[in-house]
């Protein structure tokens, strides 16, 4: 079992920034996909950023605005939410697939933008 550890949600004025930051608890684990989902107040959850050994992966309305970036020694995946608006409001998600196989979710962690 993988556990996985949210941190950096919060209150930001819109034009601001935010880093989120997720780790996984165990170690000598093989992650292939780690990212970042957000599900808004009565919306779907949706795909934010992805990031693999090789690609990234971003969703039209964050693209130029948000950067994932992954540390494979600390099984830790970031995502830096710059330029922030009041729409990316929303509980993310970390998200993380083991082996190809497994597929693990974080707690969630609140963002809200005020405008």
């Known amino acids: 079992q993988v556990q996985l550890v949210e941190s950096g949600g919060g209150l930001v004025q819109a034009g601001g920034s935010l880093r989120l930051s997720c780790g996984a608890s165990?170690?000598?684990?093989?992650?292939?996909?780690m990212g970042w989902y957000r599900q808004a107040p009565g919306k779907q959850r949706e795909l934010v950023a992805t990031i693999t050994s090789i690609s990234t992966n971003y969703a039209d309305s964050v693209k130029g605005r948000f950067t994932i970036s992954r540390d494979n020694a600390r099984n830790t995946v970031y995502l830096q939410m710059n330029s922030l608006k009041p729409e990316d409001t929303a509980v993310y998600y970390c998200?993380?697939?083991?082996?190809?196989?497994?597929?693990?979710w974080g707690q969630g962690t609140q963002v809200t933008v005020s405008s």
């Open positions: 165990r170690s000598g684990i093989s992650i292939i996909t």
């Open positions: 998200y993380v697939n083991v082996g190809g196989s497994r597929d693990y």
